[in-house]
């Protein structure tokens, strides 16, 4: 990770770091490693920009990324969503993260696989979450 500060000349409003963050996978079974390199742009002041603490915040908004809204997108499908007028977007967004929520709170861990377990038998609902 590089850290660096924004010049006064960027036309960037309160930012005042810059991160270069170089990350990296595993291989795993039929899967191949992979690196990438990722830019973040952040108003953290002097006092909290350490290495550590920003990984842990990029680590810690990956975790949502990948445990909400990635199955929102993948699972639900919200991406192709035409519903698109009035409050209906904030609503069906609130339903689905309710939805992942349950089965969550039920004890999913895989929301797909719990979803078509409990829609195969409307009465599973409410029963044995995988």
């Not at 603490?53 to 810690?60: E, F, L, N, Q, S």
């Not at 990635?70 to 035409?82: I, L, N």
Request: glycine share 6%; hydrophobic share 40%.
């Amino acid at each position: 990770m590089k850290i660096l500060p924004i010049p006064k000349q960027v036309d960037f409003p309160y930012a005042t770091y810059a991160l270069q963050i170089m990350r990296s996978t595993e291989a795993r079974e039929g899967k191949d490693a992979k690196s990438e390199i990722v830019y973040v742009v952040t108003n953290v002041p002097k006092r909290l920009a350490r290495a550590a603490w920003i990984a842990g915040w990029v680590r810690k908004h990956w975790h949502i990324e990948n445990r909400l809204h990635w199955v929102r997108d993948v699972t639900f499908a919200e991406d192709k969503s035409r519903i698109c007028t009035g409050s209906s977007p904030k609503v069906m967004a609130s339903l689905r993260n309710a939805a992942i929520g349950s089965h969550r709170l039920g004890g999913a861990t895989n929301v797909a696989e719990s979803l078509r377990y409990a829609g195969a038998r409307p009465s599973r609902a409410w029963g044995r979450v995988i």
